[in-house]
């Protein structure tokens, strides 16, 4: 299926009914960059005693990985301690900055009043998805599922997260879209068997993410209401 750049004109045609969405977290359903970031450079600068590395300003270099395989390139120090203090820095303070993505309620209402179950595959750990929701006053309770880093061991691009999603939320892959902002969230809903939709909106824009072609392109989180 080509890539299409609107709502408007995206062929659903070949797919069957949208029974479920699972959706990526970060720089998807909310703009977490600048959080992330800044609990990444307290924790290079307390523990490491050096300044954040330049190229994780880019919030693209930092996604798809997990904190420590980020940790474990820059230091010799256990990743996993020092992922235990980046959780600290973004729980303490660094979740100030996180925002939603405009229309994040209202999307999810609508999907949910349509009797589209929906849910989240994130690579992030649950403790900081929590506190994320706290933050926002986002209720957990309208996701069937929240898959996180603490429920698989392969991370995006596997299939493995997405496939559990699915399993968990009881939505069949071909009756589902899987929507992320990255190219690891595209390869891990096409591997599973999703439909694939790339919120190009958040951390890797339109021409990263059309290179590998989901089946459509969104530039507003209302805008999946035209696709499903």
Do not use: C
């Amino acid at each position: 299926m080509s890539t299409s750049t609107t709502a408007s004109t995206v062929d659903t045609q070949s797919r069957l009914p949208t029974r479920g969405v699972l959706f990526d977290l970060d720089g998807t359903l909310i703009d977490s960059r600048f959080a992330i970031i800044e609990a990444y450079r307290a924790t290079f600068e307390n523990e490491l005693d050096q300044p954040l590395p330049t190229e994780l300003e880019d919030p693209s270099a930092i996604m798809a990985p997990r904190p420590p395989e980020i940790f474990a390139r820059y230091s010799d120090q256990e990743p996993l301690e020092l992922e235990k203090a980046y959780g600290r820095h973004y729980e303490t303070d660094a979740f100030r900055r996180v925002t939603p993505y405009p229309g994040l309620r209202d999307t999810l209402a609508e999907l949910v009043g349509r009797g589209i179950t929906v849910g989240i595959v994130t690579n992030k750990r649950m403790s900081r998805v929590r506190t994320d929701f706290d933050h926002l006053g986002l209720d957990a309770e309208i996701f069937a599922t929240i898959v996180t880093a603490d429920d698989t061991a392969e991370r995006k691009p596997h299939p493995a997260p997405v496939l559990l999603g699915l399993q968990l939320s009881g939505v069949d892959p071909a009756h589902a879209w899987y929507v992320g902002d990255g190219p690891q969230d595209i390869r891990s809903g096409a591997a599973a068997g999703t439909g694939t939709v790339g919120a190009a909106y958040g951390y890797y824009g339109p021409e990263r993410l059309a290179d590998h072609r989901p089946d459509h392109l969104l530039h507003s989180l209302g805008d999946l209401l035209d696709l499903v």
